[in-house]
């Protein structure tokens, strides 16, 4: 959809002459340009590409086929090609064979009408529920701490994956389930999931990222 095709070419071409994030150090609910490290490393795959102009925008909105994509890819699953389309809207996106391999592997899912919605923004909310789908946790009768989150449809699955330090909220003790979350956000809390740190000897090329 409109103003996000920019985005989407820089995930999906791989040939982008650009660092991709492997790392960082910025906490899920920092927003600042300068709190996100990045590298490229010979242990560790890069999993989601910055932008030709040579920026990061740490604060820009993720949509759900590029949080999809940047998991999948984070995780080196085999990729599932040539497959029939898992929901009725992704046949021709360009993130089809990536939402497949994950709705193959029970880590994503798409909405009552069998679509994905694959160019909305995906919510905080909807992060967490990937995210502890794909780490395999129980979920069940997790009780959330956050102001805001009880009685939530995502309740459980934010609960344990804060009981495990993978996501952290606001300072007013917020969550803000319903809110985009940034693409500084899904990184690091993609990182926490599949256990990447932050290196001392990190080469930041993003003009507009800074290790702090």
Known sequence: SKGHSHKQTSIENKSDKVDEVANNDVTDNVVADNDVAITVSEYDVPYISGY??????????ITRAEAITAIVRAKQFAIKENVKPSFLDISSHWAKDYIDTAANLKIADGYEDKMFKPDNYITRAEFAKIIAMLIGENVKNNSSTFSD?????????IAVLSEKEIIKGYDNNMYKPDKPITRAEAVTIINKAVSRNCKSDIKINFTDVQKT
């Open 52 to 61: 030709e102009d040579n920026t990061f925008r740490p604060n820009e909105k």
């Open 149 to 157: 989150t009880k009685n939530h449809w995502a309740e459980n699955y």
